[in-house]
């Protein structure tokens, strides 16, 4: 058996923080976005023989032709989403000294019915896996923050705290320094400046302005709503 050494890469830049979604699987604080593969087509032929599935006769010839089919199906689903993470942790931390991600509850996250099944595609847990280790072999420092930090809640320039807000809402102007924001791009700066310990200090800017605790459509200034992730 031969024992390889890992080869060093010099990282391109100190730090990066990382907001991860559904429609744009990864947000990142440089301002790059990597959308998800589209599973859809193939989860539609899933639930379809899935359907099928239920009607057939238990160990029939035909359910058995069914029941695998569903299995080939489920393999591809995988193997696409493993070339991709793949692929992008690679990238990610072949780049970056530092990598942040925010510690996701994607158990709870997938009660949601609505959002459960794109969720459970998306394959989060198994990026952070992917990261982690790799990030050990190159030297790199991985960190995770905390769920509780509000990363979209808060101005990742001046540290004005808006609040909490809907989930349609992608674009939200800061009602202190008048910055315009891109919901996800501003959570992945806050998620990178946490992770790197130079959170601006929220509280005093929150003293010096006009606070609110929940950015509605009025408050949150001028709020634009395109497709959500």
Known sequence: MVEVEPVDIDAKNQSIGIDLGIKTFAVMSNGEKSQSPNYSVLDRKVRKFQKKLARQLKD???????RIKIAKLHNKIADTRKDFLHKLSTKIVNENQVIVLEDLNVSGMVKNRKLARSISLQGWREFRTLC??????????FRVISRWEPTSQ??????????????????????NCGIEHDRDENASKNINK??????????RTQRKSKTTSVASFNEASRITAPSGR
């Not at 029939?60 to 069914?66: A, Q, Y």
């Not at 982690?132 to 420092?141: G, N, Q, W």
């Not at 101005?155 to 800061?174: M, P």
């Open 132 to 141: 982690e280790a790799k990030s050990e072999k190159l030297s790199r420092d």
């Open 194 to 203: 946490v992770g790197i310990g130079h959170c601006h200090d929220s509280k």
């Open 154 to 175: 808060v101005c990742s320039e001046c540290g004005y705290k808006w609040g909490k807000l809907d989930l349609k809402v992608r674009t939200v102007q800061c009602l």
């Open 60 to 66: 029939s010839k035909r359910r058995n032709i069914t």
